[in-house]
């Protein structure tokens, strides 16, 4: 079993930032994928940003310039780093891990909301 536990999130205004921190423990044998989704009301889940077993970083178009995805192995620790927050950025985040491409565990998320 996997826990992923999200915190940094919080009110913003526009134009500021935040750090998203996710922890993960348990079994993470063979993870390969991991990354941060969002979710705001009444809208389709959107993935922000992913690192696949390669290294290699993806961004939604949305966030892309203003978002840093980075990781500490060390730590099991995965961030995001959130710059010239938008109100459109308003949502739910949460972090998440599988194999092979797929979100097999993911955290209770953690709120952000940008004020305008």
């Known amino acids: 079993q996997v826990q992923l536990v999200e915190s940094g999130g919080g009110l913003v205004q526009a134009g500021g930032s935040l750090r998203l921190s996710c922890v993960v423990s348990?079994?993470?044998?063979?993870?390969?994928?991991m990354g941060w989704y969002r979710q705001a009301p009444g809208k389709q889940r959107e993935l922000v940003a992913t690192?696949?077993?390669?290294?290699?970083?993806g961004y939604a178009d949305s966030v892309m310039g203003r978002f840093t995805f980075s990781r500490d192995n060390a730590k099991n620790t995965m961030y995001l780093q959130m710059n010239s927050l938008k109100p459109e950025d308003t949502a739910v985040y949460y972090c998440?891990?599988?194999?092979?491409?797929?979100?097999?565990?993911w955290g209770k998320g953690t709120q952000v909301t940008v004020s305008s």
């Open positions: 348990g079994s993470i044998f063979r993870i390969n994928y």
């Open positions: 690192i696949s077993s390669g290294g290699s970083t």
């Open positions: 998440f891990v599988g194999r092979n491409y797929n979100m097999d565990y």
